[in-house]
């Protein structure tokens, strides 16, 4: 049943299906084996985070959303600090990656903005241009890095590329507290992409910051094209 009162809905379950669901899931997992104390790591030479949730036993996904990192493979130095989250009943490794899905169509032109985009460590064309959601064609007919080779091979960090506009079009910037997840939960919830937060907040990788709290960064949301017939700038 779903009520609208006052601009809210509410959903509400039937007392058995919501016993049904508790029971499953208590019975499937034994949460006295867990280790529900958090922790602190520091990353060996060349550790990536899915090495350090093996040596931890957690999901990569669940440190890289309790670490706030902007995007789970970013690359991490030698002694970096690290949060270790408390261990969960179905650790998760895979939902906080950024991949393309099936049939997934992309864009032409970056929805409001902005024009440019700082590269990362472990970026290719082909990544910029899925953490954008554009087609790898559209953002190679404006970006350019030195030595560039094919759209998967490994490209310079910290070059500015310049990014296909579609105009006109807009988003809203203001800034924000990011408290939980990566930017790609953060891109679903203000309509926008990890690739554009990445674009807005180019120096930002991830916080040891307390639960709760954490940095400010541009939020960038509620991109929308401005009119029906859309020209690609540069
Ligand atoms: C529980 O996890 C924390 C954080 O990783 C770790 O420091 C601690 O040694 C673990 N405890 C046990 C009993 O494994
Ligand atoms: C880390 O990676 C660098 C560059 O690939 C390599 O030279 C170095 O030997 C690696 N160190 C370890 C401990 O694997
Ligand atoms: C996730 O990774 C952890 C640590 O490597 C592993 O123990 C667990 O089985 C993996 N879980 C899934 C669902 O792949
Ligand atoms: C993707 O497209 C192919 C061919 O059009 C189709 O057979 C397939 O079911 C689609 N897959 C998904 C997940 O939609
Ligand atoms: C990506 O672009 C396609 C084509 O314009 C669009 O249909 C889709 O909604 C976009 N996805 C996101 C997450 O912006
Ligand atoms: C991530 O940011 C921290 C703090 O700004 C910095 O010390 C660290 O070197 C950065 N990591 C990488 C790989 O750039
Ligand atoms: C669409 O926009 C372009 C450039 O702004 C303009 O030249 C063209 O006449 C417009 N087309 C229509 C159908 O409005």
Redesign the pocket.
């Known amino acids: 049943m779903v009520f609208h009162s006052a601009g809210l809905i509410f959903l509400l379950l039937p007392f058995g299906l919501g016993s049904s669901f508790s029971e499953r899931s208590h019975t499937s997992c034994d949460t006295s084996t867990l280790n529900t104390t958090s922790g602190v790591y520091y990353a060996k030479e060349n550790q990536t985070i899915f090495q350090i949730a093996d040596a931890v036993e957690r999901g990569a996904c669940d440190i890289a959303r309790y670490n706030r990192m902007a995007d789970a493979i ?4 030698t002694n ?1 600090e690290i949060l270790i989250p408390p261990q969960v009943c179905k650790p998760d490794n895979s939902t906080c990656l950024i991949v393309a899905k099936p049939n997934a169509t992309y864009a032409d032109c970056v929805v409001g903005g902005p024009h440019t985009y700082t590269t ?2 472990g970026d290719t064309m082909a990544y910029i241009a899925l953490k954008l959601n554009l087609t790898v064609d559209a953002l190679l007919s404006t970006a350019w890095v030195p030595n560039m080779g094919s759209s998967t091979d490994p490209v310079e960090t910290g070059q500015s590329i310049k990014l296909p506009q579609c105009s006109p079009s807009q988003c809203t910037v203001r800034p924000g507290e990011f408290i939980y997840g990566t930017y790609k939960d953060l891109a679903v919830k203000l309509g926008t992409t990890p690739g554009q937060l990445m674009a807005f907040n180019p ?5 040891v910051a307390p639960q709760g709290e954490g940095p400010v960064l541009s939020m960038v949301s509620d991109c929308v094209l401005l009119s029906n017939n859309i020209s690609v700038i540069s």
């Open positions: 970013f690359p991490l130095t970096e990362l460590a120096t930002y990788n991830h916080t």
